[in-house]
């Protein structure tokens, strides 16, 4: 987390979520989090919390692509393949997502905000994926994913 990366997996939603489900989580409030609005995303890097609502909706009783590209200076997120939404970051220190604490998937802390669904094929890399990829990624698992 202490330079540019992508982050990538598939989500099924059962039926409706609670109020900021998470999907990912790393640090609480201050560090790196993918969060279920509704049918929405929303992502936070840091201080800066990012709402995609432009970048696709998420299905409900299915599965659902999620790729998020991290850089310095912007945030972008692809829902299901489709175009990436990008927007700027306020605070481009990515250093601030550096602790130690564990990467927690499906909930807050492990505590609260539970997904209700799963979560598969999460993948990290240390570089931001390119559309090319981000649909090379999409076609070789939605046969896979039932899409």
């Known amino acids: ?29 201050t560090g790196f989090g993918v969060i279920i609005t509704s049918d929405k995303v929303k992502v936070r890097v840091a201080s800066d919390t990012a709402d995609f609502t432009s970048a696709g909706t998420l299905n409900t009783n299915s599965w659902n692509n999620i790729v998020i590209n991290c850089e310095a200076l912007q945030t972008s997120v692809s829902i299901n393949n489709g175009t990436l ?32 669904g799963g979560i598969a094929t999460v993948s990290m890399y240390q570089r931001i994926l390119t559309s090319t990829e981000i649909e090379q990624n999409w076609n070789i698992f939605k046969d896979r994913f039932g899409l």
């Not at 970051?89 to 250093?95: E, I, K, P, V, Y």
């Open 1 to 29: 987390f202490q330079s540019e990366f992508s982050l990538s997996f598939w989500t099924y939603l059962s039926g409706s979520q609670g109020l900021d489900t998470r999907l990912f989580s790393k640090s609480g409030g």
């Open 85 to 116: 939404r990008t927007i700027s970051r306020l605070n481009t220190n990515l250093s601030t997502i550096t602790s130690t604490n564990n990467v927690i998937l499906g909930s807050l802390g492990g505590a609260t905000n539970f997904l209700n």
